[in-house]
């Protein structure tokens, strides 16, 4: 199921050639053709404190049926916290693990922060038709008071507040020229239960008939 290696003569490559309509991945070494799932990848992103965690729980519940949801810190360990190159290792592994679990043919909700820049470039992205970014959003003053409501392991301080704060406002001010777009949900009056209703009425937007 690893789409980087070809099944006909085990070679491997970290830059998969892909022919699109019907997909097929090519290889370059012995020219074996193999066809694949090329599905839509959906991003729910957003600053630390906005509530993907939380409405990544709802949706597990809500979207099993049809999509798998995974929370993307469950893979930020020692060995992938690469700070060069936006993280690149940490995000290529992500991108390698959503295309194999698409091969089951249901799409990936991917919850965790992420910007069209730290995916689009990557060689991985050519494994996925698209990939949807969904930024959660909320006031400054919100958002500060949540991630001080955290508790002490997570060593949200002041200084990395103020950090969190201003890529907020990167984002904010950003998101519509990034390429893709990204759409901005703003949370800071919402229920868990709406933002997860709102969150699930975009990804389906955004879906044709598995």
């Keep these: 199921m690893n789409l980087l290696i070809c099944a006909r003569c085990d070679a491997y490559t970290d830059t998969p050639v892909v ?26 992103t957003g600053p630390s404190g ?15 049926d049809r999509y798998v949801v995974v929370e993307q810190d469950v893979l930020w360990v020692d060995g992938l916290r690469d700070p060069s190159h936006h993280h690149r290792l940490f995000r290529s592994t992500w991108l390698r ?18 910007v069209p820049p730290e995916f689009e470039p990557l060689p991985e992205r050519a494994l996925f038709s698209e990939i949807h970014y969904l930024s959660l959003m909320c006031d400054p003053e919100v958002l500060a008071a949540r991630l001080r409501a955290r508790p002490a392991w997570r060593e949200w301080d002041e200084p990395r507040i103020a950090e969190m704060l201003e890529y907020a406002a990167w984002i904010r001010e950003n998101a519509a020229t990034m ?30 008939t598995p």
Excluded: Y
């Design 19 to 44: 022919e699109a309509d019907p997909p097929v991945l090519h290889c370059v070494e012995c020219g074996h053709r193999r066809p694949f799932r090329r599905l839509p990848l959906f991003a729910v």
């Design 50 to 64: 906005t509530g993907k965690s939380t409405v990544g729980r709802l949706l597990t519940e809500r979207l099993s």
């Design 97 to 114: 693990m959503a295309a194999m679990i698409h091969q089951n043919g249901r799409p990936v909700v991917l919850c965790g922060t992420v």
């Design 179 to 208: 390429t893709p777009p990204m759409t901005l949900l703003d949370t800071t009056d919402a229920s868990v239960e709406e933002t997860a209703h709102a969150v699930q009425e975009w990804i389906t937007s955004h879906t044709a």
